[in-house]
């Protein structure tokens, strides 16, 4: 949340684990390409956690206008994916 965001805000994604694990999440294009880091392969605690993501790539670079997918991945096992838009008028 927000969704759409303005990379000037960023936005806040948050997840909920039902045991400490080691977290990645990762932003792709919807090419697939891999374009943001917002974490990797950090320890998070068991309860709702949040992570911040400023909108910018692995290159600190501001994203252009459009949808992203943000993929969770728990313990290199799990994955979830949702739908991140950036919209910067």
Not at 12 to 25: E, F, G, H, Q
Not at 55 to 80: A, F, M, R
């Amino acid at each position: 949340y927000p969704n759409p965001f303005s990379p000037i805000e960023g936005t806040t994604i948050r997840y909920i684990l039902n045991k400490p694990a080691d977290v990645s999440i990762y932003v792709y294009d919807i090419s697939g390409d891999l374009v943001g880091r917002v974490i990797e392969n950090q320890r998070r605690e068991t309860g709702t956690n949040k992570e911040r993501w400023d909108g910018k790539s692995v290159y600190g670079q501001t994203l252009p206008n459009g949808v992203y997918l943000c993929e969770i991945v728990i313990d290199d096992e799990t994955k979830k994916y949702i739908k991140i838009v950036v919209y910067e008028k």
